[in-house]
C-alpha cells in the first residue's frame, strides 16, 4: 500500500501566484481531507469529501481557495492568488469509513514569498 | 472554549520514566476519540484509538472519561524515540456527518 500520496512535497512561489497542491488518496477510502497546520493554529480542516462530493468546506479560508475531487483516486487544493499568510504544510487525509482513523500524506510545505 | 484542549507542554522526562497527558473536549455528544503522534516536520501517524473501556498497546495506555470530558494517554518506560508531539483528536456527529477535531498537541521531549 503506497499511502496517501500529495505532491509537491515543496512549493515555493511569489504572492499573486497560482498555486495546485495534489492528492490521491488510499485505495477504497472513501473520505478525503485536506488540512493545513501552521505553529500559531495548529492543524485546521479546510475542506472534506465523502464519496467524491464535498461534504463541509466552512474552513476555507475565503474565495482563493476552492478544491476539488474529480474522482475517488485524485483531489486538488487550489489557491489563487496565493498570498504570504499561505505559508503553512498543507496536508491530504484519506479514511476508509467514519469513525475510524485517518492516515495522512506527508505534506506539501507552501512557502508564499 | 475550544472544542478540543491540550496541554501544549513540552513535557520533558528522563528516559524510564512514566508520563500522561489529558486532552479535554466540549461536546459531550463526542463519539470516538484517538491519539495520533507528529514527528517534527512530518504528519501526524495514528497511534491508537480511545476506547470507553480503556485500551493497551504495549507501553502505551489510553482511557476515556466521558463524565468528565476527557481521554488521556499513559507512556510507561519512556523511551528517546518516544519524543514527539501528541495530538488528540475527537469525533463527533454533524448533520449526518462526522466533524473530527484535532487538539493543537502536547510535545513529549524524553532525556537521557
Known amino acids: 500500500d503506497a499511502g496517501v500520496i500529495q505532491s509537491p512535497r515543496h512549493e515555493v512561489t511569489e504572492m499573486g501566484q497560482e498555486v495546485t497542491l495534489r492528492c490521491k488518496p488510499i485505495?477504497?477510502?472513501?473520505?478525503l481531507f485536506w488540512y493545513r497546520q501552521t505553529m500559531m493554529r495548529g492543524l485546521e480542516l479546510l475542506i472534506y469529501?465523502?464519496?467524491?462530493?464535498?461534504?463541509?468546506d466552512s474552513g476555507m479560508p475565503e474565495d482563493r481557495f476552492s478544491a476539488k475531487m474529480p474522482n475517488a483516486s485524485f483531489s486538488t487544493l487550489k489557491i489563487q492568488p496565493s498570498e504570504p499568510r499561505d505559508s503553512a504544510v498543507y496536508f491530504c487525509a484519506s479514511r476508509v469509513r467514519q469513525g475510524g482513523g485517518y492516515t495522512f500524506g506527508s505534506g506539501t510545505r507552501l512557502t508564499v514569498v | 472554549r475550544k472544542e478540543v484542549e491540550q496541554d501544549p507542554g513540552p513535557f520533558n522526562v528522563p528516559e524510564g520514566a512514566t508520563v500522561a497527558f489529558n486532552c479535554t473536549y466540549s461536546n459531550s455528544a463526542s463519539q470516538s476519540f484517538f491519539w495520533y503522534r507528529q514527528d517534527c516536520r512530518k504528519e501526524p501517524k495514528l497511534l491508537m484509538s480511545v476506547y470507553s473501556s480503556g485500551n493497551e498497546d504495549g507501553r502505551f495506555t489510553a482511557q476515556l472519561n466521558r463524565a468528565s470530558q476527557y481521554i488521556s494517554l499513559l507512556i510507561r518506560d519512556s523511551k528517546l524515540s518516544d519524543s514527539a508531539t501528541y495530538l488528540c483528536?475527537?469525533?463527533?456527529?454533524?448533520?449526518?456527518?462526522?466533524?473530527?477535531?484535532f487538539g493543537t498537541g502536547t510535545k513529549l521531549q524524553v532525556i537521557p
Open positions: 469529501f465523502n464519496n467524491n462530493v464535498p461534504i463541509d
Open positions: 485505495s477504497g477510502h472513501n473520505s
Open positions: 483528536v475527537v469525533n463527533k456527529n454533524s448533520g449526518g456527518y462526522q466533524k473530527v477535531t
